[in-house]
Nanobody, 127 residues
């Protein structure tokens, strides 16, 4: 069983930066692919970024590529999302997710693949 708790959301002006973190419990965290998703009001949840268990593979959505960076520290059971050059359209609730597929390198951008989810953290970008 894995429990995920996000932190780091808040209100920021356009062009600013935020760093989200997702702390995981459970011994198997270090072997699981991790991802960040987001959901804006009235919109479907969308994939943002993902990373394989050892950081060997990453995947970003086109909308955040070059601005966001995912990383993880398995010694701290934590995954991060560094968000730079934020835009008002980045406003959403951000969720981290874990897939119970140990040692898988391929990152799936589909939410149904992920078995564990955090409660979400709100990110609001003002113009």
């Amino acid at each position: 069983q894995v429990q995920l708790v996000e932190a780091g959301g808040g209100l920021v002006q356009a062009g600013g930066s935020l760093r989200l973190s997702c702390a995981a419990s459970g011994r198997t965290f270090s072997t699981y692919p991790m991802a960040w998703f987001r959901q804006a009001p009235g919109k479907e949840r969308e994939f943002v970024a993902g990373m394989s268990w050892n950081g060997g593979s990453t995947l970003y959505s086109d909308s955040v590529k070059g601005r966001f960076s995912i990383s993880r520290d398995n010694s701290k059971n934590t995954v991060y999302l560094q968000m730079n050059t934020l835009k008002p359209e980045d406003t959403a609730v951000y969720y981290c997710a874990a897939a119970s597929s140990p040692f898988r390198q391929r990152i799936e951008p589909t939410g149904s693949v992920y078995d564990y989810w955090g409660q979400g953290t709100q990110v609001t970008v003002s113009s």
